[in-house]
């Protein structure tokens, strides 16, 4: 795709949800503004909780500039992380950000704030990232403020002493003192639109009955401070775990703002991406996922994958096959999401001055895009497939490649058919038997010859005409040609949809499917054609 479609496909999603009306609230599974509109949260995370106790990047680039950029890349929400002691320790709340840097040794850091951003630089701590949140105001980016850690520092380990309630860093009572400080701080605040209360809950003493002990006392005391924000309660075992909510839920004395929230990382299950089978390991982890907490959505409750993420530098193979994964259930769950991560580098992490961050939207200087190619596959993401109040047609199908974030599309008369920009995918049908029809034609998809690119036909009874969904992960699309031969979906070079061999079905753990593998994402929004299509009143006119 060319820089300027991405950058249109961009600055789509994010004028989608810049006109939110504020506050937000919830209906059913949906986030949505006072006027009853789905708000999708298409956020990224922005690191503030670490030593310095100040948002990473300042040194940098300009804070409108990063505010700038964040929507500009097509995210409209920042999930901006802070520590416990921020709001509860006031010496640490008045320490300046040079005074920060100084006690670190971080004089380049220094420099780098007095020339990029000189009005922040002799700020209270707290002020600083007030500053921050208003920026990101100003620029039409709502925030999630979320409580990652206590003590400041790098997150997180099982035994790091900041896990769970009654571990040595996290007092629950100063807990909850720090949670309505901060909701009370920002109330009024429009662009604060949540607060999410404890990141990645973990560690040797977690355990449910404390979970429902003092999670639901921070929910009621941030409502209690700041009625308006959406209040999101993360699981057991580093935010994975949400299955114990499936016959026990929360009882909380509001409604209209609960939300929950998921981290998936590749490394979530070890190395099983890389030595495991794709399509095996994809179906089980994503059948644990919808398990664990997907589940909610039909409970009637929004979700938000607060974490997840790749490294960008595009080599881990682990985290490559679990992306294509990860990317097709997001689409089809049509869940919230914040990305970790937009830091590039930090000013000290873990002993470490000036650590690059591999995870990181932008470079180590923060003024460059680390992969563009990734950030094109995420803009599918950005903007809802359906939801109250967006319904622009009826019910159908996009045909996803999570490979590479594009969408089949209907290109001239007869085809051929290729992938190209999802906001001008065709809108498919996928019968009960099994056809995958252009919607309002008579048009279907067909298995002509082994090797050769799929075809567009109007008899859709033969069996070349039927796309079963098969392997573990249920993202293949096979049939048969007339001659009888199994063939997949696939893709060639020039994006062009073909019929090869169905690869990588099982067992093989050296092979990657990823360019077989499609994903019928449900939507309610009309797609812009890239040309005509002819409609058919008839099979007979067709043939007359």
């Known amino acids: 795709m060319g820089t300027m479609t991405l950058l249109s496909l961009l600055s789509l999603a994010s004028l989608l949800t810049a006109t939110a009306a504020l506050p937000l609230s919830t209906s059913s599974r949906w986030i949505v503004d006072e006027n009853g509109q789905r708000v999708k949260l298409a956020c990224v995370n922005w690191v503030a909780h670490l030593d310095a106790v100040v948002a990473e990047g300042l040194s940098k680039q300009p804070l409108d500039a990063i505010s700038k950029r964040i929507t500009s890349l097509g995210f409209n929400c920042v999930r901006l992380t802070w520590p416990l002691y921020l709001a509860t320790n006031d010496s640490l709340a008045a320490v300046t950000v040079r005074q920060s840097f100084q006690s670190l040794g971080l004089q380049?850091?220094?420099?780098?704030?007095?020339?990029?951003?000189?009005?922040?630089?002799?700020?209270?701590?707290?002020?600083?990232?007030?500053?921050v949140v208003s920026s990101l105001g100003n620029n039409n980016v709502m925030v999630i403020l979320d409580n990652h850690v206590s003590k400041p520092g790098w997150c997180c380990s099982s035994n790091d002493d900041n896990g769970f309630f009654g571990d040595k860093y996290f007092n629950p009572d100063l807990w909850i003192k720090g949670l309505t400080q901060m909701a009370t701080l920002f109330k009024g605040v429009s662009n604060v639109v949540g607060m999410s209360l404890r990141n990645e809950l973990r560690g040797p003493k977690q355990n449910v009955e404390d979970w429902y002990k003092y999670m639901p006392r921070g929910a009621e005391a941030v409502h209690s401070a700041n009625p308006d924000v959406l209040v999101i309660l993360s699981g057991l075992s580093y935010d994975t775990d949400l299955s114990f909510l499936?016959?026990?839920?929360?009882?909380?004395?509001?409604?209209?703002?609960?939300?929950?929230?998921?981290?998936?990382?590749?490394?979530?299950?070890?190395?099983?991406?890389?030595?495991?089978?794709?399509?095996?390991?994809?179906?089980?982890?994503?059948?644990?996922?919808?398990?664990?907490?997907?589940?909610?959505?039909?409970?009637?409750?929004?979700?938000?994958?607060?974490?997840?993420?790749?490294?960008?530098?595009?080599?881990?193979?682990?985290d490559n096959r679990y992306l294509n994964c990860f990317l097709a259930a997001a689409a089809e769950l049509d869940v919230e999401f914040a990305l970790w991560t937009?830091?590039?580098?930090?000013?000290?992490?873990?002993?470490?001055?000036?650590?690059?961050?591999?995870?990181?939207?932008?470079?180590?200087?923060?003024?460059?895009?680390?992969?563009?190619?990734?950030?094109?596959?995420?803009?599918?993401?950005?903007?809802?497939?359906?939801?109250?109040?967006?319904?622009?047609?009826?019910?159908?199908?996009?045909?996803?490649?999570?490979?590479?974030g594009l969408c089949l599309l209907k290109v001239g008369f007869m085809g051929p058919l290729k992938l190209g920009p999802c906001s001008q995918s065709g809108a498919w049908g996928y019968s009960s038997r099994k056809v995958l029809a252009l919607k309002g034609t008579y048009f279907c998809i067909q298995a002509d010859q082994l090797g050769r690119p799929a075809t567009v036909g109007i008899i859709c009874t033969d069996t070349n005409s039927q796309w079963d969904t098969i392997s573990d992960s249920k993202l293949h699309l096979q049939s048969k040609?007339?001659?009888?031969?199994?063939?997949?979906?696939?893709?060639?070079?020039?994006?062009?949809?073909?019929?090869?061999?169905?690869?990588?079905?099982?067992?093989?753990?050296?092979?990657?499917?990823?360019?077989?593998?499609?994903?019928?994402?449900?939507s309610t929004i009309t797609s812009q054609p890239t040309s005509p299509i002819v409609q058919v009143n008839s099979v007979l006119d067709m043939l007359g």
């Open 108 to 131: 380049e850091s220094i420099a780098g704030v007095q020339s990029n951003n000189p009005s922040l630089i002799d700020l209270p701590l707290l002020k600083a990232f007030q500053e």
């Open 246 to 318: 499936s016959n026990r839920p929360v009882k909380l004395t509001f409604s209209g703002k609960l939300v929950y929230e998921l981290h998936w990382y590749g490394f979530s299950d070890g190395q099983a991406w890389r030595d495991g089978n794709p399509n095996q390991v994809c179906g089980r982890v994503a059948g644990e996922v919808k398990r664990k907490a997907g589940f909610l959505l039909d409970k009637g409750f929004p979700l938000f994958v607060s974490e997840f993420g790749v490294d960008q530098r595009g080599t881990n193979v682990n």
């Open 342 to 404: 937009l830091v590039g580098s930090y000013y000290f992490r873990s002993g470490v001055v000036g650590m690059n961050e591999y995870y990181g939207l932008l470079n180590w200087n923060w003024g460059e895009i680390r992969n563009s190619s990734l950030l094109q596959r995420l803009s599918v993401l950005q903007s809802p497939f359906q939801g109250p109040g967006i319904s622009q047609s009826r019910k159908h199908k996009i045909i996803l490649h999570p490979s590479t």
């Open 481 to 522: 040609t007339p001659d009888g031969t199994a063939v997949c979906l696939d893709v060639d070079s020039s994006n062009t949809i073909v019929t090869n061999s169905c690869k990588c079905l099982s067992k093989d753990s050296s092979c990657d499917p990823g360019s077989q593998w499609f994903s019928l994402v449900d």
